[in-house]
């Protein structure tokens, strides 16, 4: 009789420690399902943004070779796409008042041109009835801006196209590095400086800064609507901040959407994969075997095509700068 006490004892006490433990395991299923749903839809948002900035009505507008990256980017159409493939995986497409909030969850939103970065963030305004009205709105372009110790600033690109600013002068110079070397004073110019290094750690830092900002002031937005949350720059690795400073793309980060015990956190880096594999074509100029990389005007005779420099200099040819600057 003591003993069948003890077990009926026992039962009392496992039993809602035991439905209580079933209960977090289901939650923690539901948590991981809608993550995972909602980093899918995230992650198709923004590729199908940064593909959409690629449609252009113009031929003019289409990539050059003499600049493969630089691209006249539809960044209406970019926005839309992503809003709409948004809107669609989270099921709000129709739903005006839904789709209002789920954009408050979306703390910055930025497009990677060639020679500048766009921020879209929220504004406030006053409407015809005088009632306070916000809307999220296109910045100014912001340049990649570098200042060498000579003075001269530096406006990158995704390639080696840059633009100068020489001081105390109104007139803007703009080229190849290669080229620019033979008019500026900028160190950085100069054969042997780590020129890309520099370059990418200005594009990177300039993209950071305004990514920070925007953060920054949606937490303050957020905070006078009433939000609790507090939206933050998350770390991101190394490899994966490269690519966006690669090619022409888009950046969101989503953060604070309900899910369970926590709040859902993710960011998107979508590329325009515009970037060409590297080629070389192998020719002869005066009798004398070249290479050139396959961005630079075609020679009129191809005698051999090569996939890196190494392979190109084993069979005998020598490198040849085309009018880009380019080998």
């Known amino acids: ?39 899918a839809a995230v992650n198709a ?60 969850y979306v703390a910055a939103l ?57 001081p105390g002068s109104r007139e803007w110079y703009e080229g190849f590095r290669s080229e620019m070397s033979l008019v500026a004073q900028a160190e950085i110019l100069k054969p042997g400086f780590p020129f890309d290094e520099v370059r990418r750690s200005t594009i990177l830092a300039t993209i950071q800064k305004e990514l920070e900002m925007t953060i920054n002031e949606h937490n303050v937005r957020s905070l006078k609507s009433g939000a609790s949350y507090t939206f933050t720059l998350p770390t991101i690795p190394d490899e994966e901040w490269n690519n966006t400073i690669d090619d022409v793309g888009m950046l969101a980060f989503v953060q604070g959407i309900p899910m369970g015990y926590r709040a859902y956190n993710n960011y998107a880096l979508g590329g325009a994969r515009i970037v060409k594999k590297s080629g070389y074509y192998g020719f002869y100029d005066n009798g004398i075997p070249y290479y050139k990389s396959n961005f630079c005007p075609k ?4 005698v051999e095509v090569f996939s890196t420099k190494k392979e190109a200099s084993s069979k005998g040819f020598h490198p040849k700068e085309c009018i880009n600057g380019r080998l």
């Open 110 to 166: 930025m497009v990677i041109g060639y020679d500048g970065c766009y921020v879209y963030a929220y504004e406030s305004y006053t409407d015809a009835d005088g009632r306070p009205m916000s809307r999220r709105v296109e910045s100014a372009k912001i340049p990649y801006a570098y200042t060498d110790s000579s003075g001269e600033v530096i406006s990158f690109t995704l390639d080696d196209y840059v633009t100068i600013n020489k």
């Open 45 to 104: 948002a923004v590729q199908d943004g940064a593909n959409s900035l690629l449609v252009n009505e113009k031929q003019e507008g289409e990539i050059r070779y003499e600049s493969f990256k630089k691209v006249t980017l539809n960044r209406e159409e970019g926005l839309n796409t992503f809003y709409r493939t948004l809107f669609t995986n989270f099921g709000v497409n129709d739903d005006k008042v839904s789709q209002n909030i789920l954009d408050q």
């Open 1 to 39: 009789m003591k003993t069948a006490k003890l077990g009926i004892l026992f039962v009392l006490i496992y039993l809602p420690f035991s439905v209580v433990s079933k209960m977090d395991l289901r939650t923690q299923a539901d948590t991981l399902f809608l993550e995972t749903r909602y980093n």
């Open 299 to 302: 020679p009129k005779e191809i």
